[in-house]
């Protein structure tokens, strides 16, 4: 029987597909492998929730149970890169005043500002045992940080010096108390357009700790997963829900995965071929891993294919040596109308607070 989830939050992408991390469906379906299998009847998406702790509200949720899941085929349950994840809904939700869809950042609506965007979540207040799961979603606002700033910031923590932020990620944040943390991971980051509508940007991915002063968070880039998303919603929902979407720039991506991967493929063989000693075993890992990304986007292009509506068409980079950051991820406990942890209690819905995501004992946080 299909169950809530009580430790992410989603944004919806159309009234029939919601935008969210496989990292957390990884725990949802107890798997450890990077390729996902599981009953998508198992997962209900809940909108227009608003206090996990009561059953009765102004305005009524909608709950939908989950035909079918696409995760990006280059997702890696290590490293986090390529953090996408569609859940495909048995059917549409309705639109009302409190229930609506989330512009994303295609063509049309790339001019964010990277100041004032804001993260919501039930996430805990703070980092540690200490910290608390909200009652009712909260708001923190949050700068972007540039990938360059970003990297060279968290390679002064315990990442190290030879860690590599992938384009698939963002950051955002990085003063003291203010931060997405435990409980968080899955929900929207957006930012203020000029014309005061808000694009999603981020999907809450990870974090050193939560909220510590001058470490910025890290999240899933929307822009980035675009093209995989068109290419899922072509093939599960059909061409005309795509086109409601907007993204544009994708015709081929696919192929161009491929023509990717086989390059690269060959690039390393020959390396292996030419090396020895410890060269020869990094070559050979890195050509390993290599074919299990074509293999996973060939997978994902057979089951489109058997599921489609409509196939389409949609780049990925070098394949390195990934940092493992599953430790971090911003995912956790939480609970509709149960919790382990003492909620906070007589919050104002208003107010603003740090919202969290981490594994208390390393530091590091899956949202």
Request: hydrophobic share 30%.
């Amino acid at each position: 029987m299909a169950s809530l989830s009580p430790i992410c939050l989603i944004a919806r992408v159309t009234l029939r597909c919601v935008a969210g991390c496989p990292h957390i469906l990884e725990i949802l379906s107890n798997s450890n492998q990077s390729h996902l299998k599981y009953d998508a009847s198992e997962i209900r998406v809940r909108c227009g929730e608003w206090d996990t702790q009561q059953t009765i509200e102004p305005l009524p949720h909608e709950d939908r149970d989950v035909r079918y899941s696409s995760i990006h085929p280059a997702f890696n349950n290590a490293s986090l890169h390529n953090d996408f994840a569609l859940l495909h809904l048995e059917k549409p939700f309705e639109l009302a005043p409190h229930i609506d869809v989330m512009c994303l950042p295609t063509e049309g609506r790339s001019g964010y500002t990277k100041a004032g965007c804001i993260a919501t979540g039930w996430g805990k207040d703070q980092f540690g045992i200490q910290g608390k799961y909200q009652v009712v979603p909260k708001q923190i606002i949050l700068d972007l940080v540039s990938n360059g700033d970003c990297e060279d910031t968290l390679r002064s923590t315990r990442l190290g010096q030879s860690f590599i932020l992938d384009k698939s990620f963002i950051c955002a944040g990085g003063q003291e108390g203010q931060d997405t943390c435990k409980g968080d991971g899955g929900g929207p980051l957006v930012c203020p357009m000029d014309d005061g509508s808000y694009v999603q940007t981020g999907i809450v991915a990870w974090g050193i700790d939560c909220g510590k002063n001058g470490i910025p968070g890290v999240y899933a880039n929307v822009k980035d997963g675009l093209c995989f998303m068109d290419y899922a919603l072509r093939c599960q929902e059909g061409r005309e829900v795509a086109q409601e979407i907007g993204i544009r720039g994708c015709r081929g991506w696919m192929r161009e995965q491929n023509k990717l991967l086989t390059s690269q493929r060959s690039k390393y063989q020959a390396l292996v071929l030419a090396t020895e000693g410890r060269s020869k075993a990094s070559h050979n890992r890195k050509l390993q891993d290599t074919k299990q990304l074509i293999n996973k986007f060939r997978r994902f292009k057979m089951e489109c294919k058997l599921n489609r509506r409509e196939e389409t068409e949609t780049d990925v980079d070098e394949v390195g040596e990934p940092v493992d950051v599953s430790q971090f991820v911003r995912i956790g406990g939480g609970g509709f109308e149960a919790q382990t942890e003492s909620p906070i209690e007589n919050e104002d819905p208003i107010e603003t607070t740090t919202l969290s995501a981490s594994t208390e004992e390393m530091g590091m946080v899956e949202e």
